[in-house]
């Protein structure tokens, strides 16, 4: 690991013009951005103007005067140049959970006989909530099978109908290899769901390239299309043919203003929508993505990468013995940082109250994340020094610090 120099780093960086393009509060070092996206300037310019215009003045007109009943497509092909997919396989739509139980469905639907539903034992939680309700509510021996992350090829077997995999992991920040995996789940018989919750918007996805079946993710992390974001869904062009999801409402509908009796589900893609779009929302969401324009993805990760080595290894200057639950390398991993500390969210509060920003993940983990286009090497520097005077000056070990919000 090459620890770069920050004041070097800030002068050559080719994505230094970005950060004018976020709004940042003054005095803050935003580390959570893996949580939560910071708030690019385009959008609420564009919120006024669609609640003002739009909303105020055109009222329901601007379904067509503004075409907002395409903007879940709009938006969704923002997204596909982002996640290595074609134009017209992504939509953006509902939430991540939501789009996991209706691909979830559908792969399902398109391997019986096969009652198994793969993924890793230490995914996302409501990955593996979803996957077990489904399984519960389709009441025909269905089952979720956990397997850790290194015997996820070899728990592939032919009981395996699908397999549901987040590409970084939300609490040690390892990056799974899609192309290694996709590959030996189809050798299996089985199709394969991605979750790209931590990963788009952060770093390179190639998901056609990859061979994915199918994708979910979500707006609000690195895409920055702020809270609750609408989420994304992917469908690999061969599976369009006879797409439909168990969800089936009337936007979702071939032709949903004939209010026809009978359900008949849209072409490709379009059949994954389901009720109306929430167009406030997604406009944001639609604004946000602007500032991906022109972005080299490649690049992008390069700087995390980056910026993840320098304030390691100005943490381990100071700390040696600290534990990090990253892979060290680049390849293996996402951009975050996920430290081990036996008082993680009492330092982390403390960490906050000076000025910096991360988060906590149970049992005892501080999680950094490192959002390159509005991040520098001077701040990231400085932050980890102040988490080394938090952690040695014994600043987190007060009892206001280590009284748990409702978030945490």
Known sequence: MTQPDAETADRTDPFAPWRGRFSLPEGIIYLDGNSLGALPRAVPERMARVVAEEWGRDLVTSWNKHDWIDLPGRVGDRIARLIGAA????VAADSTSVNIFKLLAVALAR???RKVILTEEDNFPTDVYIAGGLASLMGQGHEVRLAPAGGLAAAMDESVAVVLLTEVNYRTGARLDMRALTRRAHDAGALI????CHSAGAMPVDLAG???DFAVGCGYKYLNGGPGAPAFAYVAPRHHDGLRQPLSGWLGHAAPFEFAAEYRPAAGV??????TPPILSMSALDAALEVFDGVDLAGLKAKADALSDLFLGTVRAQIPDIVSLTPEAHELR?????LRHHEAYAVMQALIARGVIGDFRQPDIMRFGFAPLYLSYFEVERAAMMLCQVIAGGEWDRPELKRRAKVV
């Open 334 to 338: 996402g951009s975050q940082l996920n």
């Open 87 to 90: 134009p017209g396989t992504v």
């Open 111 to 113: 391997r019986p006989g």
């Open 270 to 275: 379009d059949a994954l929508r389901t009720g």
């Open 210 to 212: 990859a061979d994915a």
């Open 193 to 196: 769901v991605w979750d790209l």
